[in-house]
């Protein structure tokens, strides 16, 4: 059973930055395609930004474009999300997601394939 373990979140300022990092036991690593998505209390899990295993597409919310940045180590099995100039409404569970590449950057996750245990982004303002 492959792991998928995110980290980074916390407590920060409007304004502010954190990264997120998610590592994953999945092999080959770049068989997938892969996401955060984020769910804010009472509202619907959301995508926040999608890579493709290659790295060289990705596609981002409007919500957070020109703020948020998705990277990819594939040699460390690693997915990154920069986030910069975070905003009150950016606060929400935050998680990575991989799916197998062949599906595309438009794929909507399903809970049959691989989820981290989420990590939480609160922004103050």
């Known amino acids: 059973q492959a792991q998928v373990v995110e980290s980074g979140g916390g407590l920060v300022q409007a304004g502010g930055s954190l990264r997120l990092s998610c590592a994953a036991s999945l092999s080959p690593f770049s068989n997938y395609a892969m996401g955060w998505f984020r769910q804010a209390p009472g509202k619907e899990r959301e995508s926040v930004a999608t890579m493709s295993w290659s790295g060289d597409r990705t596609m981002y919310a409007d919500s ?3 703020r948020f940045a ?3 180590d594939n040699a460390e099995k690693t997915v990154y999300l920069q986030m910069n100039s ?3 409404e950016d ?3 935050y998680y990575c997601t991989f799916w197998p590449s062949r599906y595309g950057l438009g794929y909507k996750p399903t809970p049959y394939d691989y989820w981290g ?3 939480q982004v609160t922004v103050s303002s």
Do not use: H
Request: net charge positive; aromatic share 0%.
């Open 91 to 93: 606060t929400a569970v």
């Open 64 to 66: 957070v474009k020109g």
């Open 117 to 119: 245990q989420g990590t």
């Open 70 to 72: 998705i990277s990819r």
């Open 86 to 88: 975070l905003k009150p």
